[in-house]
């Protein structure tokens, strides 16, 4: 499984992103799948993730301003995020657990200037 990240980028405080993930085949539909963030010097962190059943789970600096959602016809993921805040500003991971094993995307970085 490859999981690609594409979305990141530099915007404004109050404005929006979304970032994608593209999976390399059919899993999503039968995969947990999540949106993590990581801070030079600092621990990966979760922000949200998504039960197989589509249950949906957000920090709670998140809550409100991001949305996690999947299209599994497109094998594709997403983390819509608006109102973006400077303490958004990290390199993101979408990540799968699919038959017991994690697999994870590359990152992209997402910086939000004040």
């Known amino acids: 499984v490859q999981l690609q990240a594409s979305g990141g980028g530099l915007v404004q405080t109050g404005g929006s992103l979304r970032l994608s993930c593209a999976a390399s085949?059919?899993?999503?539909?039968?995969?947990?799948t999540g949106w993590y963030r990581q801070v030079r010097g600092q621990q990966r962190e979760l922000v949200a993730d998504?039960?197989?059943?589509?249950?949906?789970n957000y920090v709670d600096s998140v809550k409100g301003r991001f949305t996690i959602s999947r299209d599994n016809a497109k094998n594709t993921m997403y983390l819509q995020m608006n109102s973006l805040r400077p303490e958004d500003t990290a390199v993101y991971y979408c990540?799968?657990?699919?038959?017991?094993?994690?697999?994870w995307g590359q990152g992209t970085q997402v910086t939000v200037s004040s």
């Open positions: 998504m039960s197989i059943l589509g249950s949906t």
């Open positions: 085949g059919r899993i999503f539909g039968a995969s947990t």
């Open positions: 990540k799968v657990r699919f038959l017991g094993s994690d697999y």
